[in-house]
C-alpha cells in the first residue's frame, strides 16, 4: 500500500515536471497522511488544462452494516480498479497525478517496524496514479492512489507499491476522453527500480502527527 509520502519541492519545479501554467503556494510536507488535504493534477474537461487542485485523500466508503461507515479508501489495486464497481466510473472519467518526491514504506522484521523513504535518486518529483470523487452529500472531493505489484527495490520491503507513472503517459491518464480500460490498464505496472532508491529513517514519521525535516533523518541501525 502507500500510507504516507512526501512533497517538499518548490512551486516552480512542480510547475515544470506536470505542465502547469500555474501552482499555489505549497508547504513542504514531509510526513503526508490520509484524510489530510493533498496536491492533485487533473484535467477537469476536453481541452481543459492541466490544474493543480488539493483534495482530501480518501474516499469516503458506503455505508457498511449497522449503519456506519468504514475508513476512507486511501489505496485501490491496479489490478482489479477497472473492474470494481465503486472505482469503474473513476476509473474511465476522473484519473488523476499525486505528485510526490517520495514515499514511505514499513518494513516488518524481528519484532519491529523499520520505515523507508523511497524517492528518485536524482531528487525530482514523480507522480503516482491517483483517481478522485467530486464533492457530494457534504463530503469533500477525494482522491485515493493505485498500487501495484513490488518492484526488485521494493519486494524485501513490502508487497505492495504505489503506481508511479512515466512522464510519457501523463497526457492518456488524465485525458478526460480516454475510456479504454485496456489501454489505460497498461499503464499500471511496477516502476522500473534503477531511478529509485530507499533509505532507512528514524521513527519520527511513525506518528502521523509529525511533520517536519526530522521525518527523514537517517534512521540508527543496531
Request: charge should be neutral; hydrophobic fraction near 40%.
Given at each position: ?192 527500480p534503477q531511478p529509485l532508491e530507499a533509505r532507512p529513517v528514524g521513527p519520527a514519521v511513525n ?7 526530522a521525518c527523514l533523518d537517517p534512521a540508527r541501525l543496531v
Open positions: 500500500m502507500c500510507g504516507r509520502f512526501t512533497l517538499t519541492l518548490p512551486p516552480d519545479l512542480i510547475a515544470e515536471a506536470f505542465g502547469l501554467d500555474d501552482v499555489p503556494i505549497l508547504e513542504a510536507r514531509y510526513n503526508i497522511a490520509p484524510t489530510q488535504p493533498v496536491a492533485v493534477v487533473r484535467r477537469l474537461g476536453d481541452g481543459a488544462p492541466r490544474q493543480l487542485d488539493l483534495l482530501t485523500w480518501g474516499l469516503t466508503r458506503s455505508p457498511v452494516e449497522g449503519g456506519r461507515r468504514g475508513g476512507p479508501l486511501i489505496n485501490a489495486r491496479s489490478e482489479s480498479v477497472a473492474a470494481r464497481s465503486s472505482f469503474r466510473d473513476a476509473f474511465r472519467r476522473r484519473r488523476c497525478l499525486v505528485p510526490a518526491d517520495g514515499f514511505y514504506e514499513w518494513a516488518h522484521a524481528q519484532g519491529r517496524r523499520q520505515a523507508f523513504h523511497v524517492r528518485r535518486k536524482d531528487g525530482r518529483p514523480f507522480a503516482m496514479a491517483g483517481l478522485w470523487e467530486p464533492e457530494e452529500h457534504g463530503a469533500p472531493a477525494s482522491c485515493l492512489i493505485l498500487t501495484t505489484e513490488p518492484n526488485e527495490l521494493l519486494r524485501p520491503i513490502h508487497d505492495r507499491m504505489p503506481v508511479i507513472l512515466d512522464p510519457a503517459d501523463y497526457d492518456r491518464w488524465l485525458a478526460p476522453e480516454s475510456a479504454d480500460p485496456v489501454s489505460l490498464a497498461a499503464l499500471l505496472r511496477p516502476h522500473p506518528n502521523a502527527r509529525n511533520e517536519g525535516p
